[in-house]
């Protein structure tokens, strides 16, 4: 990794710490207006009066929009001034004549705002709220710039314009509001523009300035690999009508809204509705993660999620939680689950076992998502949640002593190896690569586990990402886990969830120790009608036809930290596809370490393992042989070129990461998480 991206990646992460510092303390609302199109959630899902949406606050437009339709809406959000700014607009709809809201919330006439606020708003307001707009209404000078977004918003349209002189961009929208006038400047000042757009995709991409558009870098992140994300921005919001339609830029680069070009809310013919709906009691506001309001009303049930982009910034664990518990929640007849995303594809592996549909998105008026998605969700695919242990009371963590200990052994295990695989050998019999196996893993079996907690971890990562699914044709799913061990990598699925989901689960392994230690695990979680240990070398076709399901019977095979460690990779790798079902019914997934990030992480440059540079390469190489030490081969790109054309690699996008090893924090190798269906 290089000086500038190290910079850059500091930048973002002190980024990331402001903004949610700001959302985590309530102390301001990040958006004044929310940035999602709303005749995209028509499009897509069509809201309507027999409708229960689910929703993310934000600054309330797409609520009042499902609001207007008759829709039942619970709109939630983690930062309370978002709560605040939605209930402020909801107080002012069922208190206020049509001639005071508009006058307020799209004239910017603050100063009706505070004269109506202690008589009409104030004593509606819930005890949190007032709070905050006891504190804030006093300082409030113009909605249209208030909050960070809209700070954001008055940077750019009244300072950045003025400075790169780009004034004529007011001029021709607001006071001509000729969007002929407009076009035709564009193509006038051509360089001006060009400059522009370079000097915000600086600003937004490694200036730090997407936090004040509430934008984290988990998200940005998704489209750092293209090149200058802004230049497109710009031409889809020249594609769409600015003056008269295109609200979410007209209200920025004129400070206020026109009776034309406004959010629906803010339209007369609009407003009884919206009251109406309020006055029945239809909208409920809830301070919190989506999670934390499914977990608060059971008797919920939603037709519609609507997620706006946030998924963007969820790792797969907390996108398979929040998922789980839509599905507890969701109306007999199914879940429409609806969102938007930075990324061209489905960006997270539970998402990609919804199979949605990308909902056609040309002339969208935010025009800075890149695709957009909605899926049914009708119980055909299974998010549980996941769990850490099946014991009650699970192993302590690994002690410093533990850790120095097990370390030792390992670095000690290429010296002492040839007198410990021989005592193996004259003990079980054992073939080559599982006499070495075992060898290295008797003397270590009962700190095994505690150990690599603190080393594999990816391996949560993919319990996250695994599809629980009903097969095509009926039954329960087949389960092979190779190099399975312990039986420690099944143990972050439920007990309840493998009962209910999996016919056979089989663990196979070449050391007898660890198999030792997963067979008495499964029998303590009263497992052992459903998950067999096997030991069965799987690079050997032989074995594996005798002792393994039948060829085309498997929806899983998985490979935990074990193909980096299996000598013939490619045949291991071969006979986990015979086991897969076909056509998409057979899962492959590896968490494991690689040699580098790969292009995701490299945000689409170097070669395929994201190598950019020649430091990047030295640090790869020293990790590779330091691994390389005790028969761990960090796997590459190239490495699954043999069983492209039978398993979709680009399917379901991949988790790179880097994290330290155990006692040695020079040490941070990249772990990885990949899911291949069959094709």
């Known amino acids: 990794m290089g000086p500038i991206k190290v910079l850059t990646r500091a930048v973002h992460k002190v980024a990331d710490m402001t903004m949610f510092l700001v959302v985590g303390n309530d102390y301001t609302y990040i958006y004044n207006v929310s940035w999602e199109d709303p005749k995209l959630d028509h499009q897509a899902f069509k809201p309507g009066p027999n409708d229960n949406i689910i929703t993310i606050a934000s600054a309330g437009c797409n609520v009042f929009d499902y609001l207007i339709e008759g829709s039942r809406v619970t709109a939630v959000d983690l930062n309370a001034a978002q709560i605040a700014l939605t209930e402020l607009k909801a107080i002012a709809v069922q208190k206020l004549s049509f001639e005071h809201f508009f006058d307020i919330f799209a004239k910017n006439k603050v ?153 629906r809310y803010l339209k007369r013919e609009n407003y009884d509705a919206l009251r109406r709906s309020l006055n029945e009691k239809k909208l409920t506001l809830f301070e919190g993660t989506l999670v934390d309001a499914l977990k608060a009303d059971e008797k919920q049930k939603y037709t519609v999620a609507s997620l706006l982009d946030h998924m963007d910034w969820m790792p797969p664990s907390m996108i398979n939680e929040e998922l789980s518990w839509l599905q507890k929640r969701m109306d007999p007849k199914g879940l429409t689950v609806f969102w938007r995303s930075y990324s061209e594809h489905v960006h997270s592996a539970p998402l990609k076992w919804l199979k949605p549909k990308q909902v056609p998105d040309e002339g969208d008026r935010v025009a800075m998502y890149w695709s957009t998605w909605v899926a049914k969700m009708d119980g055909s695919v299974r998010y549980d949640l996941r769990t850490t242990s099946w014991s009650k009371n699970p192993p302590k963590p690994a002690t410093l002593i533990d850790l120095i200990s097990t370390g030792f052994k390992i670095v000690t295990f290429p010296i002492m190896q040839s007198f410990a695989k021989k005592n193996v050998v004259a003990k079980h019999q054992l073939p080559e690569h599982a006499s070495k196996m075992e ?38 799913m087949v389960w092979v886990d190779v190099g399975g061990g312990t039986a420690r990598n099944l143990e972050f699925l439920t007990v309840e969830t493998i009962k209910e989901n999996f016919e056979k689960i089989i663990v196979v392994d070449v050391s007898l120790s660890l198999l030792e230690v997963a067979k008495k695990r499964v029998a303590a979680a009263g497992l052992t009608g459903i998950i067999e240990c096997i030991y069965c070398d799987f690079c050997d076709p032989q074995q594996v036809a005798q002792k393994l399901p039948k060829s085309g019977t498997c929806d899983l095979v998985t490979m935990s930290y074990s193909l980096s460690m299996i000598p013939d990779k490619a045949g291991a790798l071969q006979s986990a596809v015979k086991l897969l079902k076909p056509k998409g019914e057979g ?28 430091l990047t390469r030295g640090y790869c190489e020293f990790t590779r042989l330091w691994f390389k030490q005790d028969h761990v081969i960090l796997l590459t790109e190239a490495m699954f070129d043999g069983v492209r054309d039978k398993l979709d690699f680009d399917a379901v996008p991949q988790e790179r990461f880097r994290r330290r090893v155990p006692l040695l924090p020079l040490l941070r190798p990249w772990h990885g998480c990949l899911m291949a269906p069959t094709k």
């Open 111 to 263: 100063n009706l705002l505070k004269a109506k606020y202690e008589s009409d708003i104030r004593p509606l307001l819930t005890k949190r709220s007032q709070q905050f707009w006891d504190k804030h209404i006093r300082t409030l000078k113009n909605i249209m710039y208030s909050g960070t977004s809209g700070m954001l918003a008055y940077i750019v349209c009244r300072m950045l314009f003025g400075v790169i002189g780009l004034g004529w961009i007011r001029h021709t929208v607001v006071e001509r509001q000729s969007d002929e006038e407009f076009h035709a400047a564009v193509k006038r000042n051509g360089w001006r523009l060009n400059f522009f757009c370079h000097v915000i995709d600086y600003l937004i991409s490694s200036a730090g300035f997407a936090m004040l558009a509430g934008v984290p870098s988990r998200q940005l992140e998704l489209g750092l690999h293209r090149n200058n994300n802004f230049q497109t921005v710009f031409e889809r919001i020249c594609s769409t009508d600015i003056v008269h339609d295109n609200y979410f830029y007209y209200g920025y680069i004129a400070g206020e809204y026109s009776a034309l070009c406004c959010p």
């Open 439 to 476: 060898a290295f893993y008797e003397n270590q079996k009962d700190q095994y586990d505690s150990f690599r907690e603190q080393m594999l971890f990816a391996r949560p990562v993919l319990a996250e990402c695994l599809p629980i699914r009903r097969p095509a044709g009926g039954g329960k």
């Open 587 to 614: 899962v492959l997934g590896v968490a494991d370490f690689f040699y580098g990030g790969g292009r995701r992480a490299s945000f689409g440059k170097g070669d395929r393992d994201g190598i950019t540079n020649i």
